[in-house]
């Protein structure tokens, strides 16, 4: 098994990260790149998990440091799941502010993955820019 490295988000992981956007089909991302790239640069924390020097899972979130860390995105290179990875970048976030607690923006795809993960479902809405 490879050694898995979690670092903060650095400017030249971005192309890699909106790579793995797009292959999620997580179009808005991609095709509004400048404001995500803004979106990582003032997010904390920003963390991305590297195997042999390639980016191969991130997790971009957002916390007032004393009660609530959002974790907005999480994404692991498909070749690289089931191996614990998004555990580690969401340990190591929570590791960060360990007095918050964690709430996940999921999708109906990730909903079973963080169920058996132990975190319970809490109701929400989004309204993208587009929608406004």
Not at 1 to 10: D, H, S
Not at 26 to 55: F, H, I, Y
Not at 78 to 85: P, T, W
Request: hydrophobic share 35%.
């Amino acid at each position: 098994m490879k050694t898995i490295q979690i670092r903060t988000f650095l400017e030249k992981d971005f192309d890699t990260v909106q790579q793995l956007n797009e292959q999620q089909g997580w179009r808005t991302l991609v095709e509004r790149g400048e404001e995500t790239l803004c979106a990582w640069l003032n997010s904390e924390p920003a963390l991305v998990a590297v195997a042999d020097g390639e980016v191969i899972g991130f997790l971009r979130g957002l916390t007032d440091g004393s009660m609530t860390l959002y974790i907005c995105e999480l994404l692991v290179k498909e070749s690289h799941r089931k191996q614990g990875i998004a555990e580690n970048l969401i340990r190591t976030a929570h590791e960060c502010y360990p007095g918050t607690r964690i709430e996940v923006l999921a999708s109906q795809d990730s909903e079973g993955y963080y169920i058996s993960q132990g975190y319970r479902p809490f109701y929400g809405f989004r309204k993208t820019v587009e929608e406004v």
